[in-house]
């Protein structure tokens, strides 16, 4: 029985995948052994090390100077500025109680969600229809749709913003909601044309001879079995949605209306020289949703990421 | 209890023709089109609408408010002769140029590193993304505040150090070459951890085997790296170096967030510039032009890369010969 399975070509290539998968995540294995912990330390180590600390230093000035008295803040020769004696909440408190910062949060939340969930949406009946309904001329929307992801809304937002104007969404967050796809259709559809593609066809096929339409089979079928590729996009476009900015700085002008980022850089900065303790303030809570989601995903993010580079 | 199995199906109703509206549910193309309806809804009116317009509006004198007249080419001669633009123009392209060249490298070094076999390996990764995960105008805020005329906590490490007179602070903002520099920095800073994670996953598909099969042949690492790892690499090094590109190209949240463009319109990129005469300056069609002529540039950036990934398969089929 052994014997017949291991001639059959596929399944050889089967084990040959299965012997080298151990080799390739157990990291111990290989040529590591020829290095020894000196030499090691010079050449990964201490680099590895500087680039993490240059990479992570803005966030800890960010931390620390949120957290710093005001007369602190100015006063950078008197003690140590990388520490805090008396640390205080104050510049929060302003924050969150005497601005609209909550109300910024909040229009931030509504329009990545519902842009993210739109484009969700569109992206899956889309994707499906590319990979597995295979249309005329499937192939070369493909094409277009990725040619579409390379478009910067750079060049976008001046058209964009009459647009906005003749639609009458102008200072409304109806403007972003329906702009932001634009950004997240092309990225989501390609994501998930790579996630359908790995579905076997059989499973369609046995639905569609038990007599399911193409919409029960995706709802039934093709989404379960998706769902690790639909959170990826999820994700990775809800950020891009927290993210954006020229949209939102164009497209919306009176002050609660605007999102964080707008907001971060347009109502705090007004001259006043205390204003970095709640600046920072404003971008710390402004990162933290993203952090926080991010350290709950942090293995669909990166596939989100890599797998719409990879295809 | 055996009635309702014995008793006789129903007379199945005859065959009938395929009607319009069975047409319109079953038929491939069909059923296609309305898959995809909502997100060609989206792109087209909200992507190849505007990217139209923006195309028509540059030859346009359209301002805020009134619909432009069609003047030619006089927007785009206009500029050339702007020392502003021109400005705008040769500093985006030392821009891209200088930050995705810093960026691949340290990128594809950093990539590297964390190839190896170390602890917490997983944990250092996540970490490492982190500045891509937060928007990029809170961190360009915080580099605004790292790198404060007054009170930039760089300028307090080099007091430190002793390297310059705590009486002569640098004036990293309000010097314009030092301004550049600033913003050149930061997006650098933005863009290794995307180029060294997508690099990494690239790395992690090369298979060790192979690294020991050149090892037992005597290729020194470098070699290795040249000769292995490289040619692997390239198809997916294409990929990130046009978005990397792409994306650095046409920035431009963190020159908002930083300067603004200044000092002296000195850290303007084409972008940038094209926000403040389109919108605040009330010029669309100048704008709209200022945006268009990113076009050909982007289109180079991808025809670039997109040659760079046709030569590697064609590469490979001539050695599958």
Known sequence: MTATAGNDPKTTAALAAIGRSPAKDDHSEGMSYLESLPRKTVTVYIPLFIIVVVLLFPFYWMFITSIKPDQDLLDLHGGNPLWVSEPTFRHFYKLLFESNYPTWLWNTMFVAVCATFLSIVASVLAAYAITRIRYRGAQSVGGLIFLAYLVPPSILFIPLSTIIHVYGLFDTPFALILTYPTILIPFCTWLLMGYFKTIPYELEECALIDGASRWQILVKIIIPLAIPGLISAFIFAFTLCWNEFIYALTFISSNPNKTVPTAIVSEFVDGDVFRWGSLMAGALVGSLPLVILYAFFVEHYVSAMTGAVKE | ?321
């Open chain 2, 1 to 321: 209890m055996t009635d309702a199995a014995l008793a006789r199906p129903p007379a199945r109703p005859p065959v009938r023709e395929p009607t319009a509206w069975d047409q319109l549910k079953v038929n491939r193309n069909w059923l296609g089109f309305w898959f995809m309806l909502p997100a060609m809804a989206f792109l087209v009116l909200f992507l190849v609408y505007p990217l139209g317009k923006g195309l028509w509006m540059s030859f346009t004198d359209a301002r805020i408010g009134r619909e432009g007249r069609f003047v030619g080419l006089e927007n785009f001669e206009w500029l050339i002769e702007d020392s502003d633009f021109v400005r705008a123009l040769v500093f985006t392209i030392v821009f891209t140029f200088v930050a995705s060249a810093v960026k691949f490298a340290i990128g594809l070094y950093l990539a590297l590193l964390l190839n190896n076999n170390l602890p917490f390996k997983a944990f250092i990764r996540s970490v490492v993304l982190i500045p891509f995960i937060v928007p990029t105008v809170l961190s360009a805020v915080a580099f605004w505040w790292i790198f404060d005329t007054q009170f930039s906590v760089i300028t307090w490490g080099l007091v430190k150090m002793g390297i310059i007179d705590r009486g002569s602070p640098i004036n990293w903002m309000g010097d314009p070459f030092l301004a550049q520099c600033v913003v050149i920095f930061a997006n650098i800073w933005r863009g290794i951890p995307f180029i060294a994670i997508t690099l990494l996953a690239g790395l992690q598909t090369v298979s060790p085997s192979l690294y020991e099969a050149a090892t037992l042949d005597g290729a020194t690492k470098w070699q290795n790296f040249r000769y292995v790892t490289y040619p692997l690499l390239t198809p997916i090094i294409a990929v990130v170096m046009t978005f990397s590109v792409l994306f650095t190209f046409t920035d431009f949240q963190l020159i908002w967030a930083m300067t603004r463009g200044g000092p002296v319109n000195a850290t303007h990129l084409m972008a940038t510039l094209s926000y403040q005469r389109g919108i605040l300056g009330g010029n669309l069609g100048e704008g709209a032009a200022i945006a268009i002529s990113m076009v050909p540039f982007l289109l180079a950036a991808i025809m670039f890369s997109w040659f760079g990934l046709q030569r590697r398969k064609w590469q490979q089929g001539e050695n599958n010969d």
